[in-house]
Nanobody, 130 residues
Framework: QVQLVESGGGLVQAGGSLRLSCAAS????????MGWFRQAPGKEREFVAAITWTIIWSGGNAYYADSVKGRFTVSRDNAKNTVYLQMNSLKPEDTAVYYCAADENPRLDTLRLTAAYDYWGQGTQVTVSS
């Protein structure tokens, strides 16, 4: 079992920044693809970003939704079992509950799909005011 705990959400003005963190339990964290998703009221949960599993010579590859590319950065620290989402130039349309998720059997062709992920955090609210 893997437990995920998000933190770092809050209220910010448009143009501001936030950094979300997701702390994971589990001894094989480096082998998981870690994803960030968000869900706004009345909308389906959508992919935001993901960072793939790591191997000795690679820190993992990052993937982004078009809506956040160039503004958000996903990273991971395997020593701390933590994945981060740095969000810059925030817009009101970024307002949502943000979830981190872990895929313990990762594949590149499914990392944007909610169904591919095995474990989910409880979510953290991000509100961007105009």
């Amino acid at each position: 079992q893997v437990q995920l705990v998000e933190s770092g959400g809050g209220l910010v003005q448009a143009g501001g920044s936030l950094r979300l963190s997701c702390a994971a339990s589990g001894r094989t964290f480096s082998s998981y693809t870690m994803g960030w998703f968000r869900q706004a009221p009345g909308k389906e949960r959508e992919f935001v970003a993901a960072i793939t599993w790591t191997i000795i010579w690679s820190g993992g590859n990052a993937y982004y939704a078009d809506s956040v590319k160039g503004r958000f950065t996903v990273s991971r620290d395997n020593a701390k079992n933590t994945v981060y989402l740095q969000m810059n130039s925030l817009k009101p349309e970024d307002t949502a509950v943000y979830y981190c998720a872990a895929d313990e059997n990762p594949r590149l062709d499914t990392l944007r799909l909610t169904a591919a992920y095995d474990y989910w955090g409880q979510g953290t609210q991000v509100t961007v005011s105009s």
